[in-house]
């Protein structure tokens, strides 16, 4: 042990909102309460393989709070098992040794299922680590929410708000397609914050014939327009996922994208109304978070900050039935929390009228 903590902070992953946030509550905190010494890694897992490392003092994450992105840089290809900067080397053990050379005390790592997976690793190789949830997918287990999220439901309602007016003006079918990966948490928060009139999500498969029955019920109702709040990994009963590209080099190398597009070309056929379609993309996820988010990520950041000097290693930080907690990284890693069935977001929009394309 050195005579003062040290203690490092990367992000890892997609950037999010609330990054800079949760830096900035972990750092001063850590300097605040213990005294200690925080190093920050640049890009995520990629800083701490190639030694790129700074000593981030207070006034280095002063009037952070609001700022979007991450000031460390972050990489969702940097995975030290498998190490696309060597050829898919597993450079874990020069980690630990790194580490021990700069008498690091503990590492603080934010990110997303990829990230509480490696930390997962590292943690069994005997690294003192400490986990925060980051994503605007809120899909990780364990924590009932995940920084990020509230500000990428925030832009994706902003957007269909919107788009109802040209819906309504134009008497058309407006399809958004939202992130979320494989789960439809962004689709579904943001459909029920819009009244949108159908939420497709990947965990229910949707049927052509039952949206076509409800664009085609509201039309002969007098209200000549539909509003779908569609998640990037909805797809169609037996079909697939619409695949946007692959990115070899990652550790999870699909990107979807176009599932509008997919569904937009199986509705014109059957519709008299004309169709459009958005993908929001990157739009959710830039940008300064919301009140929420940012109060969270201070929360997470001076939980994470406690952990630490309690020597709680090995867990990530949690929102739990509105209280800060932790969960072992064994249960977090290699997992993905979806939209369950009964989940009572969806019994509140079916409650509304809401239609998730398929009968329920
Ligand atoms: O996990 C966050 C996320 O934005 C997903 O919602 C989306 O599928 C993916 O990342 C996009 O990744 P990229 O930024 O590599 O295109």
Known sequence: MSDSLRVGVLTGGGDCPGLNAVIRAV????????????????DGFEGLIEHRARTLSYRDVSGLLTVGGTILGTSNKANPFDYFGRDGADVSDEILDYVREIKLDALVA???????SICHGLQEKGLNVVGVPKT??????????TFGFDTAVTIATEALDRLHSTAQSHHRVMILETMGRYAGWIALYAGIASGSDVVLIPEFEYDVDEIVRVCRKREQGGQRFTIIAMAEGAKPIGGEMAVLKVVEDSPDPIRLGGACHVLGRALEHHLDSEIRTTILGHVQ?????????????TAFGEAAARCVADQNYGVMVALQNSQMATIPLEEVAHKTRTVPKDHEMVRAALSVGTSFGVPM
Do not use: C, Q
Request: proline fraction near 4%; avoid cysteine; charged fraction near 30%.
């Open 136 to 145: 605007i997918d809120n899909d990780l287990v364990g924590t009932d929410r």
């Open 27 to 42: 750092t001063k905190s850590l300097i605040l309460r213990d005294g200690a010494e925080v190093i920050g890694f640049e």
């Open 110 to 116: 934010i990110g997303g299922d990829g990230t509480m």
């Open 285 to 297: 996820r830039g940008g300064t978070p919301t009140p929420y988010d940012r109060i969270l990520s």
